[in-house]
Nanobody, 125 residues
Framework: QVRLVESGGGLVQAGGSLRLSCAAS????????MGWFRQAPGKEREFVAA????????YYTDSVKGRFTISRDNAKNTVYLQMNSLKPEDTAVYYC??????????????????WGQGTQVTVSS
């Protein structure tokens, strides 16, 4: 069993920055692929970024490339999402995810085994 707890969400003006954190517990964190998804009101949960256990393999959805950075600290069992140049369309509940079936399935929420409770990010224009 894996427990994920997100933090760091909030209200920010367009162009601003936020850093989300996801603290994991329960299983060997360093071997787990970790990811971030987001869900805006009335929309499906959307893949944002994922990172492999060593931090070498990283993927982003196109809309956040160059603005968001995913990273991890295995000593702290924590994964981060640094979000810069935020836009109103980034407004959503952001979820941390763990234990991916295969890299090819990374964009599908069904391929991830564990989820956090989510943290709200609101970007005002």
């Amino acid at each position: 069993q894996v427990r994920l707890v997100e933090s760091g969400g909030g209200l920010v003006q367009a162009g601003g920055s936020l850093r989300l954190s996801c603290a994991a517990s329960g299983r060997t964190f360093s071997s787990s692929v970790m990811g971030w998804f987001r869900q805006a009101p009335g929309k499906e949960r959307e893949f944002v970024a994922a990172i492999g256990g060593t931090g070498v393999t990283i993927y982003y959805t196109d809309s956040v490339k160059g603005r968001f950075t995913i990273s991890r600290d295995n000593a702290k069992n924590t994964v981060y999402l640094q979000m810069n140049s935020l836009k109103p369309e980034d407004t959503a509940v952001y979820y941390c995810a763990a234990e991916l079936e295969t890299w090819a399935q990374r964009s599908s929420s069904k391929a991830w085994h564990y989820w956090g409770q989510g943290t709200q990010v609101t970007v005002s224009s």
